[in-house]
């Protein structure tokens, strides 16, 4: 304790009081008195103590009462108590130990023994005091801890799928893996660097959080991943960590319900949005600022898809087209020339969903 300790006298004899305050003294406490036990339950309510010194035997409210009161109260059972009585019994010695209270002193007053035994028990006090503390550390930092841990989840959940992140918290890392019958599907913002040269930084990036925000739902109400944004472009799959029957048809409801959202956000963008389905690569690199990524000319097919015509548009892989049968609803363009493929077969779907 950083101050003398404080040690409250209760006792109906001013004699005894005045011998316990000068003993007190000469150890160094503080000592405040009560003449009684009601008087003392008053002032543990308004003053904070280290100690009770509680005689037995008083008119008003005797010892024992005022130890059950005591103990009873949540804010100071763990006081320490020493009994004092000229009632020097075995019984009730017995009966306030079997009560709470800490040690027990006959009267009259064996300087040396009162000493004692006050010191021990403070000495114990100390070691409450500081056993609270360190708890009290603890469990501040294992909140802090805690804390920290979800701030971590929820940005690992941020950077890659959810899936991905328990396979990350289980093992430690994710394992590279190839991934058949995956839909691709990428999508960028007509013209959007044009945009960004004609309207203040604020405006652009409130629109563009507002829209992907919108596409990160839709995302996951469509059974998607979201994989990553690059800019102002959204990578997302189907079928990829967590299964889908229909992930091409899947990607294309997603990139209506996105295209929708974006004209209807207060940039009143168009998107283009390429949709492949086939064989991908998929795993975690890096280290510092690591990445849930995926490679591979599915991949590299669905971002070309995003960058044909000049206006906006839904625009499908042969092999795309081909797994949705006769549900397709749409138009063939036939060859296109894609970077890295040559000539290839492409489809615009509708960009407004069937009613």
């Known amino acids: 304790m950083s101050r003398p300790a404080r040690v409250l006298i209760v006792d109906d004899d001013p004699n005894n009081r005045d011998v316990l305050e000068q003993e007190l003294e000469l150890i160094g406490c503080t000592a405040v008195s009560a003449a009684g036990g009601r ?7 308004r003053q904070e103590v280290d100690l009770i010194l509680l005689d037995v035997m008083m008119p008003d409210l ?11 109260n949540p804010a100071l059972r763990h006081l320490s108590t020493i ?55 603890i469990e501040m930092q294992l909140s802090e801890i805690e804390h920290q841990r979800r701030r971590a989840d929820q940005l690992l959940h941020i950077i890659m799928p959810a899936s991905a992140v328990e396979e990350l918290k289980a093992a430690g890392r994710i394992s590279p893996r190839r991934h058949d019958g995956v839909a691709v599907l990428f999508g960028d913002i007509v013209g959007f660097t044009a945009y960004c040269e004609s309207h203040p930084p604020e405006i652009v ?3 563009l959080d507002r829209l992907v925000t919108e596409c990160e739902d839709l995302i996951e109400a469509n059974g998607l991943e979201k994989i990553k944004t690059i800019g ?18 899947a990607c294309i409801g997603c990139a209506q319900a996105m295209t929708a959202a974006a004209r ?4 009143h963008w168009d998107m283009r949005i390429g ?20 490679w591979g000319d599915t991949v590299n097919v669905a971002a070309r898809l995003s960058g044909i015509g000049e206006g906006g548009g839904i625009y499908l892989s042969d092999d795309a087209r081909g797994s949705l049968g006769n549900s397709f609803r749409g138009q063939a363009l036939g060859p296109v020339y894609l970077k890295g ?3 290839v077969l492409a489809f615009r779907c509708e960009d407004r969903p069937r009613d």
């Open 39 to 45: 008087a003392a339950l008053e002032l543990l309510n």
């Open 62 to 72: 005797n010892g024992y009462a005022v130890l059950r009161e005591i103990k009873g």
């Open 83 to 137: 009994m004092i009585s000229a009632c020097d019994d075995l019984d009730s010695i017995v009966r306030c130990i079997e009560m709470g209270a800490d040690d027990y002193l006959p009267k009259p007053f064996e300087p040396l023994l009162l000493r004692a035994r006050v010191g021990s028990c403070l000495e114990r006090k100390r070691w409450r005091d500081q056993e609270t503390l360190y708890r009290d550390q």
């Open 205 to 207: 990036i409130t629109n």
């Open 232 to 249: 102002d472009g959204i990578v997302a799959t189907a079928n990829l960590l967590q299964g889908h029957r229909e992930p091409v048809e």
């Open 264 to 267: 209807r956000n207060p940039a």
């Open 275 to 294: 949709i492949h389905v086939g064989t991908v690569v998929a795993g975690m690199v890096g280290r510092s600022k690591f990445s849930f990524d995926l």
């Open 341 to 343: 493929k040559g000539e």
